[in-house]
C-alpha cells in the first residue's frame, strides 16, 4: 500500500524558515516524480514546486522561486521542500505528491499525480 506523510509544518514568524519533509512507501521511490502543493483556506489548490525523478530538474511557482527549494534523497524515500524568507501570504496547508514516471519530467498539475499525502500546516506570523 502506497503512503506518503508530510511532516515539519508549524508555526514561524515571517522571514523565518522551514523544512518540509515528505516520505513515500509502498512504491519504487526512484520511478515516481514528486510534487509541493499548497491550499490555503477559501482556496484552490495551487502548484509551489515539483522535481524529477532523479533530483536533476526542478521546477518552481513564480510566487516562491529563490525562496524555497526541493529535493530528494532516493536512498531515504524522501523528498524536501527548504522554505526560507517565509511571507504571511505562505500560511496555507502544503501536500506532497507523487507521480509515477519512465522519463525525467516535472509536473505542474495536481492531477497529473497518483498519490497524496494528508497535508501539514504551515502558518506564518507577520
Known sequence: QVQVVESGGG??????????SCAASGLTFSWYAMGWFRQAPGKEREFVG???RSGGNTDYAGSVKGRFTISRDNAKNTVYLQMNSLKPEDTAVYYCAAKSVLTYGIY????DYDYWGQGTQVTVSS
Not at 505542474?108 to 492531477?111: A, G, P, T, Y
Request: without cysteine.
Open 50 to 52: 515539483a522535481i524529477d
Open 11 to 20: 508555526l514561524v514568524q515571517a522571514g523565518g524558515s522551514l523544512r518540509l
Open 108 to 111: 505542474r498539475l495536481h492531477h
